[in-house]
């Protein structure tokens, strides 16, 4: 079993949806890491948290540390948002990114 | 202005040869790393330089070796590559590294190996 699960695995949605992606882990961490790699097969970094929330345009990443889960928000989705999106953790005492194995997104204009 | 680069994009080669790979950040961090995506695009790290210095050494075949002659550049060669070798490598750089410490990572485009 990984350490770091993503759901849903595959998401197919229509433009102006809002989507929500989950990431849940096992371990206690330092940081959490939101990453986005476009179908060219770049990779970018949407954010880094360790607590609460944060925005970035349509973008909203939320942490409940206790509860060991992180969601990644998208407001009216967008084709352009087509992407696969991975979230990677942190762990206390570990400077190693752990990642997920990525939700595949499909925004359908 | 790139900020990491990484060359080259495509390499093709055959089995038993030996290649390399290089990266370069201009964003004067301290921390670089290497990561391999294989076929079902789950990303894990090879190795993690701070300052020149080898900081995470994964379990990778010890025909991989990196190489960081300053703090802007880290190259990976690797020895006698083998079908599963092939892959996307990554060169990523952050701020800086330590446990408390985490950062951002910045990341190349990727270079995409396949060995015949």
Known sequence: KNEVE????????????FITINCSYSVGISALHWLQQHPGG??????MLSSGKK????????INIQEKH????????????????ICAVLPFGNEKLTFGTGTRLTIIP | DTAVSQTPKYLVTQMGNDKSIKCEQNLGHDTMYWYKQD???????????NNKELIINETVPNRFSPKSPDKAHLNLHINSLELGDSAVYFCASSQRSGLA??????FGPGTRLTVT
């Open chain 1, 6 to 17: 993503q759901s849903p695995q595959n998401l197919t949605a229509q433009e102006g949806e």
């Open chain 1, 42 to 47: 770049g990779i970018v970094s949407l954010f």
């Open chain 2, 101 to 106: 410490a985490a950062s951002e990572q910045y």
């Open chain 2, 39 to 49: 076929s079902k695009k789950f990303l894990k790290i090879m190795f993690s330089y």
């Open chain 1, 55 to 62: 925005k970035h345009g349509r973008l909203i990443a939320t």
């Open chain 1, 70 to 85: 992180s969601s990644l928000h998208i407001t009216a989705s967008h084709p352009r948002d087509s992407a696969v999106y």
